[in-house]
């Protein structure tokens, strides 16, 4: 179903929560009116750019800046031992910190510019501040580097062999950490006793995040104030703030990070890079505004990639088809250091959401970290839970194909029950609400399910073959509260902080510490606080992304915003509605308590006719002549939220597809997804986040993977090597929701930003499994392309005698 | 590095400017002239976020040089519509929310102006293969396609010629599960 | 990366095309974008120093056994030569520097690298000559492992491995031209007066080391 949207002037303000109004972000974005952090044009502006290395992996011999120095238009060139020197500004250091930690974490140094060692080909070497971006570049490349090249690794096997070049002294064998959750005893008895068991051996690849906006920052220092404001392409301008304050010495009272209009993060504006504190240091140094840009190279060479992850995993059940263990192994890519939030994401991002959707009674899950030669690996689009999601799936979709049972029907009998909730897993978790039988149900009745298993058949007999895959995915948003963060390794709160200021007139501000780049959080929260506040949503405005103006903030990442940022604008709107209804007491002369707040409108009980409205409450607190004694005048509240707990969307996806197993190519026949992701504060914008994510997923699945060849040279470092999907890659998705709030939050809403990319790329390999089932493929690696496909069909057909179809006796996928 | 004096004519205004041979006609039209509704994904000729129209085509205008341009018609987001008077193709994305961050866009319209030049009814499939050289990462395309649709009924002279007026559906074309 | 192929030269013997392929200059004007290719004496080779001694050089495409011999490749010996590839829309220059493993007639074996301020590359290439199954051809099989670094490794393969076959072909197009032009002879040996054409011929036939006299 597509969701119709609406003009928000013929939306009724008692509605506005949950409509799905046009967004407001849209007409600066349409009339190219928005400032994205490269349209900043400053007076006396300089340009910078970055020298990086030739090399995987490399001892640097020399950097010989003279050539360079003495170009025309170049202001100046810097190595890590200028950033580091007592005559150059700040006094930071100038490496780059981790956010989280394990017990067995091994935290190595990381140095905004590398002095001894390169370890990975985006590895900063010196930067280069000149007057216009062409000499900036040009005299970058005139930085002559010596190096003595060293044997690289890339995976994380292959980091964790014997003999493999060590990239950090400290880190034996190339372990970032070790860890594991579940519990290896009960699981390894559960195993025993099964009577049956499948197993799996994947790559989940390495994905390049590729906003459209390629990373930016513009930072101008003022010597006078010593106060250096910072425009950059971020996800969490206050996080951002306090660790770059460390990395180059500048307190934070005396730094502002901005976030200008952000195109697009995916996670992989989340981290902390050199660049930024780069760009900031060298404003300091030069005491004027200097800008850098990512070309669409360095991007592919800097941007954190995701995933990475080298597993075995194997599912255990009994007779009946009950799920009785799960076990995993994974080796996970840290990539050559370790990125800002980097360890949590194979650990408590991917270890937590083992259980899926299924009751299972004993799960092991057992994680190593790999320093590599490819860029820090951190956060992009799902972080952790995609991983886990699609292992899971699959592992359930071959654990029904032992059992001799259909994939639905397995699952079925393994969902978590709806009675069940607040359901606690074997790994650490409980999940908060669900009903997970519903979004299948929907899922199947709109692919016609038994219809479509004897079309199947049919189509198989007349040689095509078709295949369905499920996705029955969980996803973990709002990691929380705090202090378990804290417990697990956060070096941060993960609450969310929000400031909702009514002004004389009536009309609102309300700041957010959240950072939306493409959400839409303009209009959602805007739609938030008129509905708490019951004022016109036209009479709300929202303010995001800027240390200066909004007291504190987390971010957005996660899919955190609706439910942590959009909890606490609620807390803060509710605290400006509680003390406006003393005043309204204080002006009817009536007890608080018998004040009734309602669509704006403060009454007394019993009493309609004695009412004032919000905005005449807010004109009476900023004049202050008559409010309670002792009251502050004026009419704003802050809040910190910090949620009881992390709310878990659900839902259901599934894809037909056809298969040409003499040509290996894959179409997309259908696409269903069936999200539940708890109440929706704009059906539109929701439908938005689940498409694009959706095309995120399928991109994995079908076409995306960064490549780096045995020097850990980036092979796929454009938009021609790298696939960012076409129009014409994505099928056409229909989409439904079932609603189940969350018992967690006010809003009951539970977060939607990476459920399409968590749940895609599994629906459509067990539709490819599916369809090849008669030439017993089990399993291929994403992305999937023709070759691949064509070679596991050539595989198994050598293995079977023929490249045809394996006779009836072996168990024809369709008969059920 | 030489340099060279141009005109470029943007939309309608007249400029005369100093580039360099190498000064790509994006950077010329954003870092000289200001028209930042234009953006930068690739510069290598494969995004197509920066798409303009030049002389009434499409083109990206980081293949361009600006000294290519000398003497051309250029056409940008900025010359569209304003936020009070859309162009159909803006009340299009706006009404189908065919973008997020909106860092494609000017571009996807763009580019969108051509194919509904050439085709002022294309089917689905028409839109998407026309958008080959434009990539979105936020929306999965799925409501660009429909932007397109939905503008090209709005554009089409005939449907308001004959009885288009009838319709008052703002929405047209947001059936995206089907084709058409 | 590896690229591999095999190239037929029409009309010419094996004899023949190894002369050719023996000498530097004919192969320096084979070399697309190769401005010189010259012996390097020196521990390090110095390019700067080797482009003002190219040019004061006066070497002329010859079809002269003698004069070839006198300047074949040497088993063991270093070259450097001085290159300029367009990769899309860049044009580095690669200062190379390759060594000569191998020289023994019909097989060449060669590896070395280049580079230019923010590439480089390692290679390591073989060729081997035989006579076509016509027999009025001579077909050149190489091979050639490549790691390329920096900004035009960054380029990806599909930009990478055309160019290279574009250069190995405009090679071998071009040494078949200069056959043709020059007239190159060859001294086969297997015939003539053995005793005395026996060190000119193992000369140009690489066998310097094994019965070189000088
Ligand atoms: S910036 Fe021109 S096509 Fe990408
Ligand atoms: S809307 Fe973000 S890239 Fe298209």
Sequence with gaps: ?816 | MTEHDITLTVNGAEHDLTVEARTLLVHALRDELGYTGTNVGCESSLCGACTVRMDGEAVKSCTALAVQADGAEIRTVEDLGTRHDFHPIQEGFQEEHGLQCGYCTPGMMMTALDILEENPDPTREEIREGLEGNLCRCTGYQNIVNAVQNAAKEMQPAAVADGGESDDDPTPATDGGEEL | ?214
């Design chain 3, 1 to 214: 990366m590896e690229f591999s192929g095999t190239f037929e030269l029409e009309d010419t013997t094996v004899d023949e095309v190894w002369l050719a392929l023996s000498d530097p200059v004919l192969v320096q004007e084979s070399l697309p974008g190769c401005t010189f290719l010259l012996h390097v004496e020196a521990e390090e080779a110095d390019f700067d120093e080797l482009g003002e001694q190219a040019e004061g050089m006066d070497r002329e495409l010859t079809n002269d056994p003698e004069v070839i011999a006198g300047r074949a490749f040497r088993e063991g010996e270093r070259y450097a030569a001085l290159m300029q590839v367009s990769v899309g829309p860049v044009n580095p220059t690669f200062e190379t520097v390759v060594t000569i493993d191998e020289r023994d007639r019909p097989r060449m074996h060669a590896s070395g690298e280049g580079s230019s301020g923010d590439s480089s590359f390692e290679m390591s290439s073989s060729m081997a000559l035989s006579e076509t199954e016509d027999g009025d051809g001579v077909a050149v099989e190489w091979e050639t492992e490549a790691d390329v670094f920096g900004k035009v490794a960054g380029m990806g393969q599909r930009v990478i491995n055309p160019v290279a076959n574009r250069i190995v072909k405009r090679f071998f197009s071009s040494v078949q031209e200069e056959l043709h032009d020059l007239g190159v002879e060859a001294v086969s040996s297997s015939d003539g007066d053995e005793s005395d054409d026996r060190s000119l011929v193992d000369r140009v036939l690489g066998r310097s080391k094994s019965t070189d006299s000088e």
């Design chain 1, 1 to 816: 179903m597509t969701i119709d949207s609406l003009d928000p002037e013929d939306v009724d303000a008692a509605d506005i929560l949950g409509s799905a109004i046009e967004r407001r972000e849209d007409p600066a974005l349409l009339t190219g009116n928005a400032e994205y952090t490269d349209d900043i044009q400053l007076d006396g502006m300089l340009h910078m750019a970055v020298v990086r290395s030739q090399y995987g992996h490399a001892r640097l011999e020399d950097i010989d800046t003279s050539e360079a120095e003495a170009m025309e238009g170049v202001h100046g060139v810097y190595t890590y031992e200028d950033l580091t020197s007592d005559e150059t500004p700040g006094g930071g250091s100038f490496a780059l910190p981790t956010a989280w930690l394990l017990d067995s974490l091994e935290q190595v140094p990381h140095p905004v510019l590398a002095s001894e060692k390169v370890r990975h080909q985006g590895d900063g070497i010196a930067v280069v501040v000149a007057e216009d971006r062409y000499t900036a570049r040009d005299a970058a490349g005139a930085v002559d580097v010596a190096y003595e090249r060293l044997d690289a690794v890339v995976h994380p096997s292959e980091a964790f062999a014997d003999d493999a070049e060590r990239l950090h002294d400290d880190a034996e064998g190339n372990v970032a950490f070790d860890w594991e959750i579940g519990d290896a005893e009960k699981t390894a008895d559960a195993f025993a006793d099964a009577s049956h068991t499948a197993s799996i051996d994947l790559e989940n690849q390495l994905l390049i995040a590729n906003a459209m906006e390629p990373r930016a920052a513009v930072a101008e220092y003022n010597p006078g104030t010593d106060e250096l404001e910072v425009a950059m392409t971020t996800q969490n301008p206050h996080v951002h703030r306090l660790l770059m304050a460390g990395v180059i010495g500048h307190p934070e009272h005396k730094l502002s990070v901005r976030a200008p209009d952000v195109g697009g993060g995916f996670g992989s504006k989340i981290h902390h890079y050199a660049d930024e504190a780069l760009v900031a240091w060298c404003s300091m140094m030069h005491e004027a505004p200097v800008k850098w840009t990512a070309t669409r190279s360095e991007t592919y060479l800097t941007d954190a990639p995701g995933r990475g992850h080298e597993t075995k995993a194997e599912i255990a059940m009994d007779d009946d088809g009950n799920i009785v263990g799960l076990r995993v192994d994974t080796m996970a890519n840290m990539g050559a250091y370790l990125s800002t939030f980097a360890p949590a994401v194979p650990t408590y991002l991917y270890g937590t959401l083992l259980s899926g959707q299924y009751d299972i009674p004993a799960i092991y899950g057992h994680v190593k970290g790999a320093f590599t030669n490819v860029p820090p690996v951190d956060a992009y689009r799902g972080a952790g839970r995609p991983e886990a999601s699609f292992l899971v799936e699959r592992l359930v979709h071959l654990g029904a194909k032992e059992v001799g049972m259909d994939p639905v029907e397995f699952r079925k009998r393994n969902f978590v029950p709806d009675d069940a909730f607040p359901y606690e897993t074997q790994v650490a978790v409980v999940y908060d609400s669900g009903e997970y039988g519903k979004p299948m149900d929907e899922a199947l009745e709109l692919l016609d399910y038994e219809n479509f298993r004897e079309e199947q058949e049919r189509a198989r007999d007349e040689g095509t073959y078709l295949g369905v895959g499920f996705s029955c995915y969980i996803e973990a948003c709002g990691l929380a509260p705090s202090e378990l963060a804290g417990q697990l390794g956060a070096q941060a709160g993960l609450w969310e902080s929000s400031l909702v200021r009514m002004h004389p007139s009536g009309t609102v501000t309300a700041y957010c510490g959240t950072s939306g780049h493409g959400q839409g959080h303009g209009t959602t929260y805007a739609q938030i606080v008129a509905n708490e506040l019951g004022v016109p949503y036209d009479s709300v405005e929202v303010v995001e992304g800027d240390t200066d103006e909004i007291p504190q903030g987390m971010g957005t990442y996660g899919s955190r915003s609706a439910a942590v940022g959009g909890s606490s604008l609620v807390k803060s709107a509710q605290k400006v509605v509680e003390k406006g209804k003393e005043i309204a007491a204080h002006q009817l002369e009536a007890d608080p308590d018998d004040i009734e707040f309602e669509n704006g409108e403060y009454s007394v009980a019993g009493a309609p006719a004695r009412s004032m409205s919000m905005a005449d409450v807010a004109g009476a607190a900023y004049l202050a002549h008559d409010i309670p004694a002792e009251m502050e005048p004026g009419l704003e509240a802050t809040s910190f939220y910090d949620p009881e707990n992390f709310v878990f969307p659900f839902g259901t996806h599934a894809a037909i597809v056809e298969v040409d197993p003499d040509s290996g190519e894959i179409e997309i026949e259908r696409y269903v997804a069936v999200d539940d992701v708890g109440n929706q504060i704009n059906p539109k914008i929701v439908e938005g986040q689940i498409h694009g994510g959706i095309a995120q997923g399928v991109g994995q699945a079908l076409y995306e993977g960064a490549e780096y060849d045995d020097n850990a040279t980036l092979l796929t470092g454009s938009m021609q090597d790298y696939a960012v999907p076409k129009a014409e890659h994505i099928p056409e998705m229909e989409t439904e929701s079932t609603v189940t709030p969350s018992p967690h939050n006010p809003l009951g809403v539970k977060g939607v930003g990476e459920a399409g990319t968590i749940a895609a790329p599994q629906a459509i390999v067990n539709a490819v499994a599916d369809a090849l089932e008669p030439f017993g493929v089990d399993h291929i690696d994403m992305p999937m392309d023709a070759e691949s496909v064509w070679s596991a069909v050539q595989a198994n057909a050598t293995a079977d005698g023929g490249a045809e179809p394996a006779g009836d006796d072996a168990d024809p996928g369709g008969e059920r």
